[in-house]
């Protein structure tokens, strides 16, 4: 395929890099995934998004000899979709004997939304307190069930068990509905609901100051593709939103898990999206990690490499993982989503819809830097 051009494009509203990708690179792929790949780690439940807990700079907490990461999980349905309407976030650790199991990491009924998704969890500088930063859908005890997101966090510390004693949730943040759309989303379907959800940490190494970034969708636009990278910023005590850092209006609905991590005094912004999520007159990227670069948190952004596509799925299994997460040290999970279809797909072959969806962590693999191109090594 040809380059695209990355030249910034500050045409929206408040300024916002805008992300429109004429092509993408012909970049070397995710490995393939395979049946000894596909490891589950439970029987009953599904397992995707994940997140690590992690130091103010990024870097993955090693606490008891184990690394602590939060997963989304749900009990297992025959439909693996339905997973995101009992969504509870899990706590596991990783140590030298494997994975260990801690359970859900909040009480039942101590979140205020009817499910819990994505986030994060920072470990503070004082090697203590913990902070668990997560997204609200719905809101508990909702007659129907609505796709409503609001952001939260709760206090916790680090003891011998891990990231607990939790304290009760407080919501950090709301939409304004003139930069990132305000819906309370009576119904929606998955890559076509707006986003107010995914908060992500970053502490700037260059100003001190504490960031959230957050998957969001143009309030400015009734385009049905209008997704967004927003931001918040931690200021006198209280959490305020910025302007958005990019925009995709007309050419992607969902910039899904927006985080950065800072290489020598550049700012990569990640974030993952799939092919269904683009416009229809748009030029369609695989699902995949994407990114954009730039000097200071501020931008301009730029994309990477073409198009911004950093690492995707096969073409012969596009659907084998989503949901990556790049630590602070440069590896990158994710889960498996439908791997072995070998063109197939779950609307002919319905029967695949559980037997060939992962629900577990992916393979890992690690991301290499060099100015503004960023590649699987």
């Known amino acids: ?19 429109e990708p004429l092509a993408y690179g012909n970049l070397p792929r995710i490995p393939l995934i395979g049946k000894t790949d596909v490891v589950r780690l439970f029987d009953d439940l599904d397992l995707w998004d994940c997140w690590p807990l992690a130091h103010e700079d990024g870097r993955t907490v090693s606490h008891m000899g184990r690394n602590w990461w939060f997963f989304l999980s749900a009990p297992v349905f025959a439909d693996p979709v339905q997973r995101h309407g009992r969504a509870r976030i899990r706590l596991l650790s990783r140590g030298d ?3 260990r199991d801690h359970g859900n990491a909040f009480a039942d009924g101590f979140t205020p939304g009817s499910r819990e998704w994505a986030g994060c969890c920072v470990l503070m500088d004082d090697g203590e307190t913990v ?15 609505t796709c409503e997101q609001r952001m939260f966090l709760s206090w916790g510390r680090l003891g011998s068990d891990g990231p607990g004693d939790w304290h009760a949730p407080v919501e950090i943040f709301a939409a304004d509905n003139v930069r990132y759309v305000l819906d309370k989303q009576d119904k929606g379907a998955p890559g076509l609901i707006k986003g107010f ?18 998957t969001g969708s143009a309030a400015w636009s009734d385009h049905a593709f209008n997704g967004n990278i927003g931001i918040a910023t931690f200021e006198q005590g209280e959490w305020v939103l910025g302007d958005p850092l990019i925009e995709a209006v007309g050419i992607n609905n969902e910039l899904e898990r927006p985080h950065v991590i800072v290489r020598k005094g550049r700012y990569y912004l990640f974030w993952s999206t799939q092919t269904h999520t683009f416009a229809p007159d748009a030029v369609a990227g695989p699902n995949g990690l994407y990114g954009a670069v730039a000097d200071s948190l501020a931008g301009p952004w730029r994309a990477v490499n073409s198009g911004g596509l950093v690492a995707a799925n096969p073409d012969a299994e596009p659907k084998q993982s989503y949901s990556w997460w790049v630590t602070g040290e440069g590896e990158v999970w994710s889960f498996v989503d439908y791997w072995g279809m070998e063109g197939r797909t779950t609307a002919n072959h319905p029967e695949l819809l559980r037997s060939n969806f992962g629900g577990t962590p992916a393979p890992r693999f690690n991301l290499a830097f060099d100015g503004d191109r960023v590649t699987v090594r």
Not at 131 to 145: I, L, Y
């Open 1 to 19: 395929m040809s380059k695209v051009s990355t030249e910034v494009q500050s045409i929206a509203p408040f300024g916002a890099s805008r992300w």
């Open 97 to 99: 004997d494997g994975w």
């Open 131 to 145: 902070q668990h930063f997560f997204t609200a859908a719905g809101r508990w005890g909702e007659a129907k069930e």
């Open 197 to 214: 959800r995914d908060p992500a940490w970053l502490r700037d190494p260059a100003t001190g100051k504490a960031h959230l970034l957050f």
